[in-house]
């Protein structure tokens, strides 16, 4: 049996319960705000989950001072601290901290970077865990109205999570959004509701098909991207966590000069186009793409986030003579995660099988859509505007070296992962 829960010292009038001078509880307050208005991108990424009581109703703070400490995030009903840990932390002023706020109530969960920003859902799942540990409605309660086996939705879900150990690096995860797609109920009411829940009959069929590799988000239609919501299918690639840092880049850029014309290359499921746009509210976008499959979907997209009336979508296909000539412009920013994996790789089963290779491959170097749009850029790219072109972990050198060919200044920026993933790319200045 574990410590019972400390009661919670009052948030209020902290200064002097916390035994702090006026002048100490004064700085350490200074510190808290100047750290909220500067969040690191995790930071950022975690507090559009859970701000504003969007996790299951529970409040949190940012950058709270509890006693001499500033916490991540404070949830003060439960007593939760949050921490994301970047690269200089050090463990053992961590675990001395940790236990010295455990000796006033409080428990702190530490998450990486790489959690936040790579397995958002898993790290959300942790924390709804800690907040219902002690609620009897998220307990293993014997379900009032068992499935004929008698075991249960809650025993159907962790079989279900055994079964895709092999399969997936989030198998109970993976197992609460198949089950919830089968209800057709949220995730926060399947957690919620476990015990007064039968197994639906759809599940096992769901549960076949990720056992077979399909990705979780072909099966239930759905994948976030930037805090949206977004319709895939397998007409389209799945919008991916590492492709974020090109709207985040692209809302650095904006500080100094907003786009107002915005062009996305490839669209797909419109992912990149729309989620800059709901970053740059004066702007318009055009989406391109070889595939009418695709802009079916990214049609469909831009209607669920109300931003048909800011975009267009053009069937256009950049291996033709003079594709660029329907796309209007300048434009301010252009956006492209383009093919760039080699015919050579070897993929996982979860993308060689079942997403579409004509928006993946791109020759034995994966080069060859950046031979096509960077020469094409001159026509399309306004005077001081920006491209933000995806690049695969080892195509730094090479694609700047052709962006360079062709008077453009290339720099590079990485992923929490450590690795090359994007190239901005400016005009040469005379």
Not at 113 to 133: K, P, R, S, T, W
Not at 182 to 204: C, H, M, T, W, Y
Not at 347 to 365: K, N
Request: charged content about 25%; overall charge negative; glycine content about 6%.
């Amino acid at each position: 049996m574990g410590d019972k829960p400390k009661q919670t010292p009052p948030l209020q009038g902290r200064g002097k319960g916390w035994g702090l001078s006026k002048e100490r509880l004064a700085i350490l307050q200074d510190r808290a705000k100047e750290m909220r208005s500067n969040p690191t991108e995790p930071e950022k990424r975690l507090w559009r989950k859970i701000s504003n009581s969007q996790l299951d109703g529970f409040k949190f703070r940012r950058q709270a001072v509890i006693s001499h400490y500033i916490a991540d995030f404070l949830c003060p009903k439960k007593a939760l601290i949050l921490e994301i840990d970047g690269d200089t932390h050090q463990a053992d002023q961590d675990a001395k901290r940790d236990a010295e706020l455990k000796q006033l109530g409080y428990l702190t969960l530490r998450f990486t970077n790489e959690d936040v920003m790579h397995n958002i859902e898993g790290v959300l799942q942790a924390v709804l865990d800690q907040l219902y540990g002690s609620d009897p409605r998220w307990q293993d309660a014997p379900h009032p109205n068992p499935s004929p086996e008698g075991e249960g939705l809650n025993m159907v879900l962790r079989e279900a999570t055994t079964a895709l150990q092999s399969v997936s690096e989030t198998p109970r995860l993976d197992a609460e959004l198949l089950m919830a797609h089968a209800l057709e109920i949220s995730r926060q009411d399947l957690l919620l509701n476990l015990p007064k829940l039968d197994v639906p009959e759809g599940f096992a069929a769901f549960l076949e098909r990720r056992k077979a590799h399909e990705p979780v988000a072909y099966i239930i239609g759905e994948r976030e991207f930037w805090s949206l919501p977004f319709q895939v299918s397998a007409d389209v690639l799945i919008p991916r966590p590492d492709s974020e840092i090109l709207i985040e880049t692209a809302v650095q850029i904006g500080t100094a000069y907003a786009a107002e014309a915005i062009l996305d290359l490839g669209t797909g499921s419109g992912a990149l186009l729309l989620a800059a746009l709901s970053e740059f509210p004066e702007a318009r976008g055009v989406g391109m793409d070889a595939s009418a499959s695709a802009l079916a979907m990214a049609h469909n997209n831009a209607d669920r986030l109300g931003l048909s009336d800011r975009t267009s979508f053009l069937l256009q296909d950049w291996t033709t003579a003079d594709w660029t000539q329907s796309l209007g412009g300048p434009f301010d920013l252009i956006l492209a995660n383009p093919p760039y994996v080699s015919t050579k790789a070897i993929l996982s089963r979860e993308v060689a099988d079942y997403e579409p290779h004509q928006a993946l491959f791109a020759g034995t170097e994966g080069m060859d859509d950046y031979h096509i749009i960077i020469p094409a850029l001159d026509s399309l790219l306004s005077a001081k505007g920006t491209a933000l072109l995806e690049i695969g972990f080892d195509q730094a050198g090479p694609v700047s070296k052709l962006a360079e060919k062709h008077s453009y200044v290339a720099q590079c920026k990485q992923d929490l992962g450590g690795n090359d993933r994007l190239l901005i790319l400016r005009r040469k200045q005379d």
